[in-house]
C-alpha cells in the first residue's frame, strides 16, 4: 500500500472517533489547546469535517475503524484509534506513540452460559466465530493451533449464538452487561484495549517539529491526569 502524498504546508488534519471515546478524548484535546468549532458538538449537524481554533489544524470526525485507515493513507496527519483495530489492519505506515489511557476495554472469547458450564476450550480444535476482528481472532487461535472459521459481522455479535450462526463470538467487552443479557458469558481473554494517539509515519519525516509537538502535548496532558 502505497500512502497519498502529505504535503508540508497543508492545514493538519486530526481524526477522531466518533461515540464513547470523542467522550473521554474531548478534555485531552482542550488540554493542548484544540477546540473545533461550535457545529462539532451540534448533534443535528451533519458534517464530518471541522475548523478549530488554530487556523492550520482540522478535524475529521469518522468511525473508529475509519480512523486508523484515513491516517494510515495520509488523509489525515494524527489520529486517535484503538489498539484493536491497530491490531486488526497493522498498517506498517502507522506509528503508535502514546497510549492515551481512554477507552479501557478488552477484546473476548464469549459463548452461551450454558455451553460454557461444560465446554472446555483447551479442547478446541476447529471453532466458527462471529466477529468484526477477523485477522486478530485467526492470529489468537492459530498460535495454539486452533483453526477459527471467522464470520464477519459489523455489530449485534451477541445475536448470533442465539440464532444459530455461530456458538461463539469475539468482541470488545467493557462491563460485560451486554453479554450478560443475551444469554453469554466471557470465557476467554485476548487483549487488553485502549486508545492511541497514531501518526502518519511519511507526515512526521516531514513535518517532525509539528508533528512531535502534538505528541508532546498531548503525553503531557495524559502524564497529568
Not at 122 to 133: E, L, N, V
Not at 164 to 179: A, K, N, P, W, Y
Request: proline share 7%; hydrophobic share 45%.
Amino acid at each position: 500500500m502505497s500512502a497519498s502524498p502529505l504535503r508540508t504546508n497543508e492545514p493538519l488534519v486530526i481524526a477522531v472517533p466518533k461515540g464513547r471515546i470523542l467522550d473521554e478524548l474531548r478534555p485531552l484535546m482542550r488540554g493542548v489547546g484544540l477546540e473545533p468549532e461550535p457545529a462539532f458538538d451540534d448533534p443535528r449537524h451533519r458534517g464530518l469535517r471541522f475548523a478549530t481554533n488554530l487556523p492550520n489544524v482540522e478535524i475529521i470526525r469518522v468511525r473508529s475503524f475509519d480512523v486508523a485507515t484515513f491516517v494510515a493513507f495520509g488523509a489525515a496527519h494524527l489520529g486517535v484509534a484503538g489498539n484493536d483495530v491497530l491490531m486488526e489492519f497493522d498498517y506498517p505506515e502507522i506509528y503508535a506513540p502514546l497510549d492515551l489511557r481512554i477507552g479501557p476495554c478488552r477484546l473476548a472469547v464469549a459463548e452461551p452460559i450454558d455451553l460454557s458450564e461444560t465446554d472446555d476450550p483447551a479442547r478446541w480444535s476447529h471453532i466458527r466465530i462471529a466477529t468484526k476482528y477477523p485477522e486478530i481472532t485467526r492470529r489468537h487461535f492459530a498460535a495454539r493451533g486452533v483453526q477459527a472459521e471467522c464470520i464477519k459481522l459489523n455489530g449485534a455479535m451477541e445475536l448470533a449464538p442465539s440464532l444459530g450462526l455461530c456458538r461463539r463470538i469475539v468482541d470488545l467487552v467493557s462491563s460485560g452487561s451486554t453479554l450478560q443479557a443475551n444469554g453469554l458469558r466471557e470465557i476467554e481473554h485476548i487483549a487488553h484495549v485502549t486508545s492511541r494517539l497514531i501518526v502518519n509515519r511519511a507526515a512526521l519525516k516531514t513535518r517532525p517539529e509539528e508533528l512531535g509537538g502534538w505528541v508532546s502535548a498531548f503525553r503531557e496532558v495524559v502524564d497529568a491526569a
